[in-house]
């Protein structure tokens, strides 16, 4: 619930009881690029809590201490399991959930140094709280992750299309090359018309007498349009650097 309650999903953000060659952790966080955070959730002894409403402040002390010992030893079993060797892309520090707040403090309380003598073994230990905080960072790491993955597709995409644009208007400029050769080819037989075609005709008309007397032959106009050429391409501001 504490993970759900951070934004990540089962079995895609994070897998519960994963197997491994030296035991099973509760949990392994899943991040971006293959890296893996491995998460165990520990309940220590809570027998001590019966002497903490005791009202001799030396049954309290010594309970207190007894419970910051007892962390310090399942800490210790943690830290000998060395969960990141024997799990791949795992970070090389184990996150140790402890369920409660109380605990935690409590723990600390008996024995202070007992965050920064875990830190030495290479365990993170964490609260309901903390945890939600840490697998916050995990979630917006991920969004981020989507996000990247995202703009790379899209600029391949924007990439692919521009090659084919390039082939596509390659393709246009033979069109327009092929039509203006046709466009030359149909103004030369206009002009072989008009200069030797029609006159002959009609000298050949004037001779006979016929249904064709008195009928000209009709004008052929050429083809005036002229064809627009495709935009020369727009260079590359890298080749206008380099050609400064």
């Known amino acids: 619930r504490v993970v759900e309650a951070a934004g990540l999903s089962s079995h895609c953000d994070f897998s519960e009881q994963t197997g491994s060659a030296e035991g099973r952790p509760d949990m392994i966080v899943h991040l971006p690029q293959g890296r893996h955070i491995v998460v165990d959730a520990k309940s220590p002894d809570l027998s001590f809590l019966n002497d903490l409403e005791s009202g001799d402040a030396a049954q309290r002390k010594t309970a207190i201490e007894q419970h910051g010992k007892k962390m310090r030893e399942t800490i210790k079993a943690l830290a000998d399991r060395n969960y990141p060797q024997h799990i791949d892309g795992a970070l090389d520090c184990v996150v140790m959930f402890v369920p409660a707040e109380s605990l935690f403090s409590a723990a600390l309380e008996g024995d202070p140094d007992l965050i920064v003598w875990a830190a030495g073994r290479r365990i993170t230990l964490a609260t309901p709280a903390?945890?939600?905080?840490?697998?916050?960072?995990?979630?917006?790491?991920?969004?981020?992750?989507?996000?990247?993955?995202?703009?790379?597709?899209i600029a391949g995409a924007a990439q692919e299309l521009y090659n084919r644009l390039g082939t596509f208007l390659g393709h246009f400029d033979k069109i327009r090359a092929g039509l203006d050769r046709a466009n030359k080819a149909y103004n030369n037989a206009v002009g072989s018309y008009e200069r030797s075609i029609k006159p002959s005709g009609e000298r050949v008309n004037k001779l006979q007498v016929g249904e064709t007397e008195g009928k000209e032959l009709?004008?052929?106009?050429?083809?005036?349009?002229?064809?627009?050429?495709?935009?020369?391409?727009?260079?590359?501001?890298?080749?206008q650097v380099e050609s400064a």
């Open 130 to 153: 903390s945890l939600i905080a840490l697998l916050r960072s995990v979630s917006v790491s991920w969004q981020y992750h989507s996000q990247s993955e995202n703009a790379r597709a």
């Open 218 to 239: 009709p004008a052929v106009e050429p083809v005036a349009e002229v064809l627009r050429s495709l935009p020369a391409p727009i260079e590359d501001e890298t080749d």
